[in-house]
Antibody
């Protein structure tokens, strides 16, 4: 099972850029799909996108296509989620998770992103 | 996109009860359905995958059933640690959708 450790909480202003990370260990990172999930305050879970680091195949939810960029670094076993123009509505907890058999079986601890002027 | 609904949205139960949560998909998802438990401030925890397969380390008090468009999560002998929010999630060809969640509260 993959272990995932995410970067720490961030406080940003509207219009700023941000890149958060998800470092994997304990399994074959290159043959695992890593997804990103958003949870807005007091709300449910939303799938944002997923990446296969071995081939850099990326799939986005239509709701997030063009709003965020997902990437991965093979050499550091790290996946990333980035924004170029943050909005207040991006305030949320963001989770990375590994994918097997149609489900997300191992989760990072979450990164809280707060966007406020 | 496949839409997913859950019922009930809130469930009040007592320790020792047997509870059932239902998840419905707008299209046939075969058995690509998972269930998660989430507690406040924590990451979700996978309980069931492929509709009825118990994730390693999860208590056998949890079970899943169903196929196609209707699925259920059953928790037997509800324990204090089980009071949480439960989400179902469907998978269909590079598209994942979570249900809105069911909060299991102490009666």
């Amino acid at each position: 099972e993959l272990q995932l450790v995410q970067s720490g909480a961030e406080v940003k202003k509207p219009g700023e850029s941000l890149k958060i990370s998800c470092k994997a260990s304990g399994y074959n990172y290159l043959s695992s799909w890593i997804g990103w999930v958003r949870q807005m305050p007091g709300k449910g879970l939303e799938w944002m996108g997923i990446i296969y680091p071995g081939d850099s195949i990326i799939k986005y939810s239509p709701s997030f296509q063009g709003q965020v960029t997902i990437s991965a670094d093979k050499s550091t076993s790290t996946a990333y989620l980035q924004w170029s123009d943050l909005k207040a509505s991006d305030t949320a907890m963001y989770f990375c998770a590994s994918h097997r058999y149609g489900a997300f079986d191992s989760w990072g601890q979450g990164t809280l992103v707060t966007v406020s002027s | 996109d496949i839409q997913v609904t859950q019922s009930p949205s809130t469930l009040s139960a007592s320790v020792g009860d047997r509870v059932t949560i239902t998840c419905r998909a707008s299209q046939n998802t075969s058995n690509w359905l998972a269930w998660y438990q989430q507690k406040p401030g924590k990451a979700p925890r996978l309980l069931i995958y492929k509709a009825s397969s118990l994730q390693s380390g999860v208590s056998s008090r949890f079970s899943g059933s169903g196929s196609g468009t209707e699925f259920t999560l059953t928790i037997k002998n509800l324990q204090p640690d089980d009071f949480a929010t439960y989400y179902c999630q469907q998978y269909n060809t590079f598209s994942w959708t979570f249900g809105p969640g069911t909060k299991v509260e102490i009666k």
